[in-house]
């Protein structure tokens, strides 16, 4: 069965620090994942893919199937990404319906 | 376009009554969703439609849980009795089946049951 687990609940880190969520996934097959994010007071929405392998807004997550992991990433944080960020996989058998990890807060301090 | 509408975006409500929320998907979308968000449990799905149809309710936590989708622009999830431990933000998604995968998600609906 298809799960995804991201380990932390909270990540806290200074403006211009690097930062990684991580993501790791169990999937039978050939798995899509993606990274959604909620900003404060906004919609829930979709901020990238590993099929299109594009940088949004600064982040990229490379999918390691090796480790089965998908870890979203950015080099030097900005306040603004202060976010709540939920990484997820399609499930087997089901393309249109997702599964979504706990999610993780992430703060940026000034 | 508006997007994924929810209403009301906040209720108040009294152990034992009955919540009606309400989903109004983007139009032409083909799958609706209903999720539970809880600082516990993260984001669950709790029941998906396909063309109007429910496709699987797996998710749907207990019978006082209910879900309709009486046409393409028109959802509601439905929960009765209340209980303090339903209170959470219950979200609404929509999706094309064009293989993308990407859900479009409402504003959500901020629920308390006192």
């Known amino acids: 069965a298809q799960r995804v687990t991201q380990p932390e609940k909270l990540l806290s880190v200074f403006k211009g620090a690097p930062v990684e969520l991580k993501c790791n996934y169990s999937y039978s097959g050939s798995p899509e994942l993606f990274w959604y994010v909620q900003y404060s007071r906004q919609r829930l929405q979709l901020l990238l893919r590993?099929?299109s392998r594009e940088s949004i807004k600064g982040f990229t997550a490379d999918l390691n199937k090796g480790e089965t992991s998908f870890h979203l990433k950015k080099p030097f944080a900005q306040e603004e990404d202060s976010a709540m960020y939920y990484c997820a996989l399609p499930y087997t058998g089901a393309n249109s319906k997702l599964t979504f990890g706990k999610g993780i807060t992430l703060s940026v301090r000034p | 376009d508006a997007g994924v509408i929810q209403s009301p975006r906040h209720e108040v409500t009294e152990m034992g009554q009955e919540v009606t929320l309400r989903c109004k998907p983007i139009?032409?979308?083909?799958?609706l969703f209903w999720y539970r968000q809880t600082m516990m449990r993260g984001l669950e799905l709790l029941i998906y439609?396909?063309?109007?149809?429910?496709?699987?309710d797996s998710g749907m936590p207990e019978d006082r849980f209910s879900a309709k989708m009486p046409n393409a622009s028109f959802s509601t999830l439905k929960i009765q009795p209340s209980e303090p431990r339903d209170s959470a933000v219950y979200f609404c998604?929509?999706?094309?089946?064009?293989?993308?995968?990407?859900?479009?998600f409402g504003p959500g609906t901020r629920l308390t049951v006192l």
């Open positions: 998604a929509s999706s094309l089946a064009d293989g993308n995968n990407e859900q479009f």
């Open positions: 439609f396909n063309n109007n149809v429910p496709i699987d």
């Open positions: 590993h099929i």
């Open positions: 139009s032409g979308h083909d799958y």
